[in-house]
Each structure stands twice: as structure tokens, then as C-alpha cells.
């Protein structure tokens, strides 16, 4: 079932109806699968506000955040009948994650050690493809920021890092007999592989859910979405040649990681 596309000026007249922002935000964005069009009946909307000041209204969560400035408030409601997540963060916080990212963290080896939070990985990947209700300058400044940034190269080196790590795991256990362990070693190499791919393209998001959904989003030319399709779902697989499966999806991630490029 398709979704109507979400119209930002309606949106931003439904927040300020129920003074769900204070006055001057620097930006208030939506994101999300209904953003994307990929939604459906039951998906909530994410909203994200971004202000100098913090948020003094009424939340119902405080997010914690690995940043000077460290937690979001967080707030839910609905909408006709459809849930609403909003999300406060303050200009300090996003400025910070951004000198998170940057080539200088990258080059003196801080960003490989920087352990991101679900909160700050999700406001990072949603202001990639946010759709501005209010402030679209400053989304399109900071998103011309994050697209300089090192984010893309420290997610491939990362999820290749865990991909390696994977296949070395199945190959171990083929050579032991352990065809099951070898085969959930496999699945992971081969998600890790994927994510990475798509993290090269611009698609940073490492929810499992969306993973054909970005798949399909992207132009490249390493891995075709049915042959990524056959392998993800397991399609061939048979307990009599699971060490054969096993081996195409290693050759997979190897052929994968040969070709994929920054």
C-alpha cells in the first residue's frame, strides 16, 4: 500500500499548531521511510528540530548522546492517527558531530575509535535525504558538510573491517565441518559487504530492515540487486551443499570489496 507524499508546509502548520517548536529554529526536517516513499499505513513520521537552545517544552524521553551537550529530548504524539517521533537537538550538537567526521578526526585515527550512538548514526543519515519543513538553507549547508566529510570513508573501512573479520570466521568453521556457524558467518560477511557498498554510494543507514530498499536506491555497477536478492534470501540454499553456498557468498563479499570504490 502506498503512502500520500508528505507535504512539509502541512507538516510544519501541524507543528506550530501545537507549539511542538519554539520560536527561530535554525531547521526543522522530516525523514523517515514516509519521507523516502517507502511507508506504509503504519510508519511514523521523524521529525527533527534543530535550534541554538535546548528544548524546554514537554518530552517524553531524554536520548542519551556521546557529546558535550548529551542527551535530545525526544517527544511522540499522533496525528490522525499516525505517530509522530520529534526529535530536539541543538546547533552545538550537530556542529559537534560533524567535527566528528571530519578528514582531521579521520587522519589522527580519533574517528575509529569514536563509538556513535543509534540517535547521532540516524540524525547524520536523515540529513542526507531530510526534506526541509523549515530552514532548507541550512539543511542544504550542512548536508553539503557531511557529503565533504570522512563519514563514507570510515563506514566502508569500518563494515569491510567486520565483513573480513566474518569471512575469515566461515572459512575457518567450513575447515572444521561447522556448516552451520559457517553459514551465519556467511549471512553477516555478506550484510557487512552490502552496507559497505552502499555506504560508498552516499547511503549511509545500517538499518537491516531497509537494506533492498537502499540497495535499489543507488547507482553501481559492483554488485546487480539480483544476484545481491539471490544470496540475501538464501534463495539456493540447500543443507547438502551448504559449504558450496557458503563459498559463493565468501567469493561475493571478496569480489565486492576488490571492486568497490570511494
Known sequence: MHTEPIDPDACL???????????????????????????????????????DDRWQGESVEEAPVNLSIPTVPINAFYIAGRRWDIEYWQTAQIDQLLQAVSWTEYDRGALRDRNFTGYEVNVIERMGYGVAALGSEWLEATRGELHGSALATHLVTQRMHMADIFVEDAVGQLQSQDYESAVLSARRALGCTVDALMASCGEFGGDQKWRARRFRSVKQDVLNFQEYWHLETMASYQDKRAPAWVEEVLETCRRVATNMEL
Open 13 to 51: 502548520n501541524q507543528l506550530r499548531a501545537g507549539r511542538h517548536f519554539a520560536d527561530n529554529p535554525r531547521c526543522i526536517f522530516l525523514a523517515g521511510s514516509l519521507v523516502r516513499g517507502w511507508g506504509n499505513a503504519t510508519s511514523d513520521l521523524d521529525v527533527y528540530v534543530v535550534s
